[in-house]
Every structure is written in C-alpha cells, then in structure tokens.
C-alpha cells in the first residue's frame, strides 16, 4: 500500500515566480469523507483514481492508479462541484522536489507549496519564497476547497 507523507506551505507574496507554463489539471472529488477521499485528476491526456485514508500527523495511505479518458470526464460530472481547478509546477531546491499550485477559478488567489517526504522526520531546507506552513489546517486541503472555496473565506 502506498503512503504520502507531505507538508503543506503559503508562499511569501510576490518571492516566487513560474519559470514555466506548469502543468492544468481539473480534480473532483467523490467522497470527501475525511476517512476516505476518493479524487480523480486529469492533467492532460492523463487521467488517474486515487484514493486516500485519513490523516495521522502527516501521513496516510495513498493508492493512486490511471483510469481512461473517457472515465475520467464522465467520473469529474459526478464529483462535487465546484471542481478544483489548478497549475502544477515543479520547482527542485536543494534536491527535494516542492510542487507549487497556483489555484483558479473558485480557489482564484491561492498559491501553496507542497512538499511530499519519505518520512515525517526527513530533514529538508525551506526555500526562501516559503512563508506559513498549514500542513494542519484542513481548510487547505483539495478536498475542503471543493466545498468551502478559497473565494468564501
């Protein structure tokens, strides 16, 4: 079984800028039970299923796998709307990967970074453009954006 081990950061405004186009992706959200999110995501002309366990810290189990196309556009019209619409770029500091989305639509206005760790106490060094981290703070997950969106806070 997969795990995710990720921590989760507001970036300082106007210290980060995309050096690249990033990558759109349009994810829904079947259930968004904290016990069990189930989440499809098409970026591109690729398009996965994943499913998620509840949190303990920053950990939880992760199994993700592709899906057709076809299913994924049919499966985003049954998932709770509004969708989550965003661009996904991928910065390297120090040799950790962060990715950085830069949310639209409902959630226009937010930008987080994350970075996903093979263990809770990886030691890594925070890039200069990092600001507050709110890895704890559920208003800032996928999920709780699609139903309370960035626009209603």
């Not at 970026?43 to 299923?49: C, Q």
């Not at 049919?74 to 390297?92: A, S, W």
């Amino acid at each position: 079984m997969g795990t995710e081990i990720e921590r989760k950061y507001l970036l300082k405004p106007g210290q980060w800028q995309p050096t690249g186009p990033g990558r759109r992706m349009a994810q829904g959200y079947l259930s968004r039970d904290p016990d069990r999110t189930v989440r499809v995501r098409l970026v591109g002309e690729d398009a996965f299923m994943t499913v998620k366990s509840r949190r303990t810290g920053i950990t939880r189990t992760e199994i993700e796998f592709p899906i057709t196309l076809e299913h994924a556009r049919d499966l985003l019209l049954l998932c709770h709307q509004p969708l989550i619409d965003k661009t996904r770029h991928h910065v390297v500091h120090e040799g950790m990967l962060w990715e950085v989305d830069i949310f639209h639509g409902a959630n226009e206005g937010l930008v987080v970074a994350e970075i996903e760790l093979p263990e809770e106490d990886t030691p890594f060094t925070l890039p200069e453009w990092i600001g507050e981290e709110v890895s704890h703070d559920m208003r800032y997950t996928n999920s709780n954006l699609c139903a309370v969106p960035f626009s209603e806070w």
